[in-house]
């Protein structure tokens, strides 16, 4: 079965970093859109990062200049380096798993496969 597992939560001060992990199996990861997308309290859950099979990178707005997605077909992994991080960063972040060659989609409902998250915290 299709398993995705997020690793590298924490907590951490404003303006330091940390890096997302997630480990695939049960797909064909190198030719699968990821993403991660992330859900604060009492919000709804949105899009951070994506890439795609060819490498094609989009960044939310909130995030750009400060997250880099990047994957490693070899290992089955996706990850979110998060650098500059601010207190509304705060969220639970999850890796998603699409499919289709290529595909380059923002939507949720694009993603067929979601890990079960791990939760984020930045405060001082």
């Known amino acids: 079965q299709v398993q995705l597992v997020e690793s590298g939560g924490g907590l951490v001060q404003p303006g330091g970093s940390l890096t997302l992990s997630c480990a695939a199996s049960g797909i064909i990861f190198s030719t699968s859109p990821m993403g991660w997308f992330r859900q604060a309290p009492g919000k709804r859950r949105e899009l951070v990062a994506l890439?795609?099979?060819?490498?094609?990178?989009n960044y939310a707005d909130s995030v750009k200049g400060r997250f880099t997605i990047s994957r490693d077909n070899a290992e089955n992994l996706v990850y979110l380096h998060m650098n500059s991080l601010k207190p509304e960063d705060t969220a639970v972040y999850y890796c998603?798993?699409?499919?289709?060659?290529?595909?380059?989609?923002?939507?949720?409902?694009?993603?067929?496969?979601w890990g079960q998250g791990t939760q984020v915290t930045v405060s001082s």
């Open positions: 998603a798993a699409g499919i289709g060659d290529d595909l380059y989609c923002t939507m949720q409902s694009c993603y067929a496969y």
């Open positions: 890439i795609t099979s060819g490498g094609t990178r």
